[in-house]
């Protein structure tokens, strides 16, 4: 029941809000927030689970043709996820209050709402049904809110790179898992052991694998993500690049890894050339761009290709580290995406080149881009140190030349992350001067806060998160069976 | 009493003659009242497609024949004729808008359509050759003339004499194809059309290939499909919706019946409706991108649907059935309502059929525009919608069904990703634009409302609770005879 209330409460506030009158700005706003905030709240009561509990509930849903139940789950996997989902999905609905247009407003906080629960039944579905559902359901709440809520002509065609691409890898997904329900007759897959064949298995595990590296992006599946992150409105590149990017490696963790061991094993080569090239391409490609949120997108890219790498070392530091990266991903990735639409909302521009020097009149707005900068160049305190550090760690025992590559790309995040500092907070203040003031407001510098804090405290203490992490791993499957105990 | 020693039961033939009955009332109470309104005799056919529904009821799960095995009432042609009653419904409500078309002459327009919606029932139940030509003749005489009922528009009259003149020359390949596989088998009866499918000889396949290339003009299969899209842009709203979803629904049933009795799912004579089906998924969806109108749109999307619909009959065992009548009906639902919308925004009129008046519809007519979103998003298939779970069980369908279901399968996934910028599109428009241009008004009339009510709830409850269609498992005997 609890989960239930956690996965819909976000999309019952949206129907609630389509009976506020648009006119009634401030109660949208309060009734949206409160439903928000509710939704992480209660999602908080599930840290009680220890490693190896989980809160399961599973109703019959389908029979005849095959089996199906409405089955979800939060365990000691999921549970980060559905944390950082109600987490950065409550601040981004917060940052949604400086939304301009009057009429849309509503609308707009609908759709977040309602790709918030698309997330949510995303993160604990364990029936493979309800997980394919939930995969393609976010594309509507994403897709509407570039093409109509984002009032920019290079949004609305964003909306289609984002349709396109998504819809694609849903598709293949869709025939994969059909593939794989045709042998097993159920779309309860988790915990199953499968006896396909080789062949099949190597099939539906590619089918698996594109729809996932499309979703996350991965190199050279990424031309959707740069158009989509720029032209996105802060709060939705929030909950795109924090959350949805996180969809198809956990994904890849939840039902990918445990159900196709031996193709993993088979296309491992092949994904870890990938996940080099992400690190690498994203690394040079955020070097040489002066557009601070596409920089901010190829730095994603780059992150999360180190995530690949991780899962697909096979190492059981690497896999653990691989999702303390990918929480701390979401959180650096919301932080500096709403920070730098603030600026935006300042300096009307989004070109480097063409202002400088906030620090001087914001000094708390450049303190917090300061935090969220170097947690994204890997500075030790903060969460992207502890990622990327144990990421390294596990997979130089198996992997070590693609290890060795990726270090290069954590000297080259130090080079794009300060020129993103220094572009926009250091030297003399240049560009429009704005009416309002540049320094951070109150009700912009609470909700990124909570954001800080958790970068700041899996920083501190990433113990705190192996500790609720299962440990019974062996290798050389290492991942596969951290899938299939966590699952 | 039995004339010519043909036996008659008449509980089975019940739903044909209440609908006939009703047909012919309309016409006399046109005759004797004059000036009578319009909305008066399409509520009678309401009435009439209520009583030919209360004397399906008892017929529910049963298995009989009728007219010396010439008709099957069963399982399956029930569902079939419970579509096209609803399908019938909807079309009398949106014809009953102040705007909509009906040629000027309301009795005879709503008796054409009870006609036609009797040739779509017999066609379900046609169990031997000499029915089914008569069942297809019936409904599709009575649809050339309602295709030009938008009279004096001159894009109706096209449609209307494109329609008619494309439709006989398919007429007479299906009469042609009959008379070679009754000589082939020497009987009309689908059934003995077996044994001659096995053996595979020159008559049969040279009659089985005429009538197949008959069928496919009725159902716009691709490529017999050329004149959907100038047939179903100059045909009235309403009537563009029936033939849509009713037309294609009685033509599937008869397709269905001949496939699943005279040949196994692996049949090398089938492969040309396995091509043709990938074709027309491709051809359907490409055709669809640059359709500015809605009714064209629709049309092409017809085609790539139809191409879908055939994927369900490349699988295994009868499963196959309950896929395509699941599909079917989704199909109606989600397709109806889309019309409905149309009719309800343009008032019956087809002012709404041109795309760009959807431009920021949802700033202004925010429930049609969530409504039209949903219809589109059930044809693309995305999930929690009718549409979705038809597209897996057509999968799962066509990837059991060996090298050509597996192609079929490819063909679906290609054709649905291209679907997505086309129905896309639609949406895109309505939330894309600011509402501030001028644009058409808007109407706001009860009775498309309960059809739009109707498709959103169908499209919704079959896409989250598919269960409910295999509950009552209307679908899994198809009657021996």
């Known amino acids: 029941m609890l989960i239930d209330t956690v996965i819909f409460l976000p999309l019952v506030t949206a129907i609630v809000l389509l009976f506020v009158p648009r006119t009634a700005r401030s109660v949208l706003k309060a009734v949206a927030l409160a439903g928000a905030v509710a939704t992480f709240a209660l999602s908080l009561a599930f840290l009680q689970l220890g490693p190896d509990t989980a809160a399961d509930q599973s109703v019959p849903w389908i029979s005849g043709t095959w089996l199906a139940s409405y089955h979800v789950r939060i365990d000691a996997l999921r549970i980060f996820f559905v944390l950082l989902t109600t987490l950065v999905g409550a601040v981004s609905i917060w940052a949604a209050f400086s939304y301009r247009d009057a009429l849309r407003l509503r609308g707009f906080l609908c759709l977040l709402l309602a790709f918030e629960t698309t997330l949510l039944g995303l993160f604990t579905a364990a029936d493979l049904l309800l997980f394919y559902i939930y995969w393609d359901l976010m594309l509507i709440p994403v897709f509407l809110l570039l093409s109509g809520f984002s009032g920019s002509g290079e949004a609305r065609r964003a909306a289609w790179g984002y349709l396109i691409y998504n819809g694609a890898g849903g598709l293949i997904l869709l025939f994969g898992v059909v593939a794989l329900v045709n042998q097993t007759h159920t779309f309860e897959v988790q915990g199953l052991t499968l006896a396909l064949s080789p062949q099949m298995e190597w099939w539906i595990f590619a089918a698996f694998a594109i729809a996932f590296l499309i979703k996350t992006p991965a190199f050279p599946f990424h031309t959707w993500m740069p158009a989509t992150y720029t032209y996105s409105p802060p709060p939705l590149v929030a909950m795109v690049s924090g959350v949805q990017s996180k969809a198809g490696l956990f994904a890849m963790l939840a039902f990918a890894l445990p159900l196709f061991p031996h193709a993993a094993h088979t296309w491992a080569p092949l994904l870890l050339v990938l996940a080099i090239a992400s690190v690498l391409y994203g690394a040079l490609a955020a070097i040489g761009e002066s557009d601070m949120k596409t920089l901010v997108a190829f730095t994603s890219l780059s992150h999360l290709g180190l995530v690949w790498l991780a899962f697909f070392a096979f190492d059981i530091t690497s896999v653990s580290a691989g999702i303390l990266m990918m929480i701390s991903h979401g959180l650096i990735a919301a932080a500096l995406f709403l920070l730098l639409g603030f600026i935006e909302e300042r300096v009307g521009t989004r070109d480097l080149s063409q202002f400088g020097g906030l620090s001087l009149q914001a000094p708390r707005l450049a303190a917090f881009m300061l935090i969220a900068a170097m947690a994204a160049l890997g500075l030790p305190g903060l969460s992207g140190f502890a990622g990327e550090f144990l990421i390294l760690i596990g997979s130089w025992q198996t992997q070590p030349v693609y290890t060795s590559l990726a270090l290069i790309a954590v000297v080259l995040a130090s080079v794009y992350m300060l020129k993103l500092f220094q572009g926009t907070m250091h030297g003399p203040l240049r560009g429009s001067s704005p009416s309002g003031g540049l320094e951070l407001k109150a009700r912009e510098m609470w909700l990124v806060a909570p954001l800080l804090a958790g970068i700041i405290f899996l920083g501190v203490w990433p113990g705190w998160f192996n500790d609720k992490t299962p440990t019974t791993v062996t290798a050389p499957q290492a991942s596969a069976q951290i899938g299939g105990t966590r699952g | ?481």
């Open chain 2, 1 to 481: 009493m039995m004339p010519l020693g043909i036996s008659v039961s008449w509980p089975v033939l019940a739903p044909l003659s209440a609908l006939a009955v009703g047909g012919l009332v309309i016409i006399l109470v046109d005759l004797v009242t004059r000036n009578v309104h319009r909305n008066v005799l399409f509520g009678l056919g309401i009435v009439a497609c209520l009583v030919s529904f209360a004397t399906m009821l008892p017929l529910y799960g049963q298995s009989l024949v009728t007219l010396n095995g010439a008709y099957a009432s069963d399982r399956f042609s029930w569902t079939f004729d419970a579509i096209l009653l609803l399908t019938l419904v909807v079309t009398f409500l949106l014809s009953s808008l102040r705007k909509a078309e009906d040629g000027g002459n309301p009795g005879a327009f709503a008796a054409l359509l009870i006609f036609c919606t009797i040739g779509g029932m017999v066609l379900a139940g046609a169990a031997n050759l000499m029915i089914l030509f008569l069942g297809i003749e019936q409904l599709s005489l009575s649809l050339y003339v309602l295709a030009g009922t938008g009279y004096p528009r001159e894009a109706s009259q096209e449609a209307a004499l494109k329609y008619v003149l494309l439709g006989s020359l398919a007429s007479g390949f299906l009469i042609f194809g009959s008379a070679l596989l009754y000589g082939a088998a020497g009987s009309i009866s689908i059934s003995s059309l077996a044994p001659v499918a096995a053996s595979l000889n020159a008559l049969f396949v040279a009659g089985f290939a005429l009538l197949l290339a008959g069928i496919a003009f009725k159902l716009a299969l691709a490529p017999f499909h050329t004149w959907v899209p100038d047939v179903y842009e100059g045909s009235p709203l309403a009537i563009t919706g029936y033939m849509a979803v009713a037309v294609k629904a009685a033509v599937f049933a008869v397709l269905a019946r001949i496939v699943y009795t005279a040949f196994g799912h692996d049949s090398v004579a089938l492969i040309p409706l396995w091509v043709v089906a990938i074709l027309s998924m491709l051809v359907g969806n490409l055709g669809a991108i640059r359709q500015q109108n809605l009714k064209r749109l629709l049309g092409y999307s017809s085609i790539a649907q139809a191409g879908y619909i055939v994927l369900a009959l490349s699988g295994v065992g009868r499963q196959g059935l309950s896929t395509m009548l699941f599909y079917l009906i989704a199909y109606a639902f989600t397709n109806l309502g889309a019309f409905a919308v149309m009719a309800l925004l343009g008032d019956g009129a087809d002012t709404y059929a041109n795309l760009n008046e959807y431009r920021g519809l949802y700033f202004r007519r925010p429930w049609p525009a969530a409504a039209m979103a949903l219809f589109f998003f059930s044809l693309a298939g995305i999930p929690a919608t009718a549409g979705f779970y038809g597209k897996i069980l057509l999968l799962q369908q066509a990837l059991s069904g060996g090298p050509w279901g597996v192609a079929m399968a490819a063909a679906l996934i290609v054709g649905t990703l291209i679907s997505f910028y086309v129905y896309g599109k639609v949406v895109w428009n309505m939330y894309a634009y600011p509402s501030d241009e001028a644009l058409a008004p808007t109407g706001n009339a009860l009775a498309p409302w309960i059809a739009v009510a109707a498709g959103a709830l169908g499209t919704l409850v079959l896409g989250i609770l598919p269960q409910i269609f295999y509950a009552s498992q209307p679908f899994l005997s198809v009657a021996s005879r």
